[in-house]
C-alpha cells in the first residue's frame, strides 16, 4: 500500500491569545520564534490588562490593594510590588492620596488613567519586539473584546508590529483573516455584537479573500459548542451557577463563527476569549484550536501550526512554557 510522501512543512506559525498584560508572558511569546523555529507570530487578542492598581508612598513603604486586601511593603520591594499587580493581569501606577481619591469618584478619570497605561504598556512592546525580533520573523498582534478601541491605532503605527484587524493578510502559502469581535458578555466590552450582526461583519471580512487560496481564521471566539468554548455559567449577579452540587459548565462561543466556519471551511481555526476551555476540534475540515491562557501563572500556553507549500494543513502541537 502506497501512502505517499509526508508533506514537506512551507510555514510555522505560533498562536497564543489572553495575556491581559502579562509582561513576562509577552516576553516568551517573542521567544517563542527561536524556540519553535516560527516563521511568523500571532497573538490573538485580549492583550490588555483588566484593571489599574494605585500605589502611594506612605511612611517610607508602598501602600497598594491587592486582591482586595491592603499590602503594605518597603520601598525597595517596588519591583516585586509591581510584579505580582503584573501577574494578576493589572497595570500599577504610583500615585499620590488626592490623585487615587479621584480615581476613586471620577471613573472617567480612572478611565484615562487606565488607558494610558494600557498604551504605554503597548508602545513599549512594539519597541521590545523591534530590538529582538529577527527581520525574517513576522510579528501579527490583533485585539480582542478586552482590548479598547484606542489601541488600534497604537498597534496600527507600530513599525515591526503588524495589526491586520478586520483584514485579509498574507502569509505566502495560506492567508489569514482576523477578527477580535466576540458576542455579548456579562462585561459589556466595546467589541460585542449579537450574533446576527458578528456574522454579517465576519462574511464582509472573508469576502476579500482571494478566490482558490488556503486560508486561517483568527476569531478571537470561539466557535458554539466546539469544546473550545467551555465555561462557568453564571447568574445575574455573576456568581457561577451550581446544578447537582457542582458548577454548571455551558458553551459560550458563537454559533455565527461556528456557522461561518462551517460555509467557508478554511484550514484552520485559531481562537481565545474562553480561556479554561484549551481543545482542538475539527468542524468539517477545518482545524479549530484555542491553545488556552494561563497568563496569571505567569505561563504561556501556544499552539504551533504547520502548513505545506500549497496552504493544506499539516499538524499542530500546543504548548505551554
Known amino acids: 500500500m502506497f501512502f505517499g510522501r509526508p508533506k514537506k512543512r512551507a510555514l510555522r506559525v505560533f498562536f497564543a491569545t489572553d495575556i491581559h498584560g502579562s509582561d513576562r508572558c509577552f516576553r516568551k511569546f517573542l521567544a517563542a520564534a527561536d524556540s ?19 500605589i502611594r508612598r506612605e511612611n517610607g513603604n ?48 480612572l478611565d484615562r488613567a487606565f488607558q494610558r497605561a494600557i498604551i504605554e504598556q503597548i508602545k513599549g512592546w512594539c519597541a521590545l ?67 446576527d450582526e458578528l456574522g454579517r461583519r465576519l462574511e464582509k471580512i472573508l469576502e476579500g479573500a482571494p478566490v482558490g487560496r488556503k486560508m486561517v481564521v483568527n476569531f478571537h471566539c470561539p466557535p458554539y459548542g466546539s469544546g473550545l468554548d467551555f465555561a462557568a455559567e453564571l447568574d445575574p449577579q455573576l456568581r457561577p451557577v451550581i446544578r447537582g452540587g457542582r458548577p454548571s459548565i455551558v458553551p ?46 505567569d505561563v504561556l500556553r501556544g499552539a504551533i501550526v504547520d502548513f505545506a507549500e500549497d496552504g493544506s494543513y499539516i499538524d499542530f502541537l500546543f504548548t505551554t512554557g
Not at 486582591?67 to 501606577?93: C, D, K, T
Not at 495560506?174 to 455584537?193: F, H, I, K, L, Q
Request: proline share 8%.
Open 62 to 109: 508602598l501602600v497598594a490593594r491587592v486582591r482586595g486586601e491592603p499590602v503594605a511593603v518597603p520601598r525597595a520591594e517596588e519591583e516585586r510590588l509591581r510584579a505580582e499587580i503584573n501577574r494578576m493581569g493589572f497595570y500599577s501606577v504610583l500615585s499620590d492620596a488626592e490623585d487615587i481619591e479621584r480615581m476613586e469618584r471620577d471613573q472617567a478619570h
Open 36 to 54: 519553535y523555529e516560527a516563521d511568523v507570530l500571532v497573538l490573538g487578542g485580549d492583550i490588555a490588562g483588566k484593571g489599574l492598581v494605585p
Open 129 to 195: 519586539a523591534e530590538e529582538r525580533l529577527a527581520p525574517s520573523v513576522r510579528c501579527i498582534i490583533t485585539p480582542g473584546n478586552d482590548d479598547p478601541k484606542a489601541i488600534d491605532p497604537v498597534l496600527k503605527a507600530a513599525g515591526r508590529i503588524e495589526s491586520p484587524e478586520a483584514e485579509i493578510c498574507d502569509l505566502g502559502p495560506v492567508v489569514m483573516a482576523s477578527c477580535g469581535d466576540v458576542t455579548p458578555t456579562p462585561w459589556n466590552t466595546e467589541r460585542e455584537y449579537p450574533e
Open 252 to 297: 459560550v462561543g458563537s454559533k455565527a463563527v461556528r456557522e461561518v466556519i462551517k460555509r467557508h471551511q478554511p484550514a484552520v481555526g485559531l481562537h481565545g476569549h474562553i480561556h479554561e476551555s484549551k481543545a482542538a476540534q475539527k468542524i468539517g475540515s477545518t482545524m479549530c484550536l484555542n491553545p488556552g491562557s494561563d497568563y496569571a501563572a
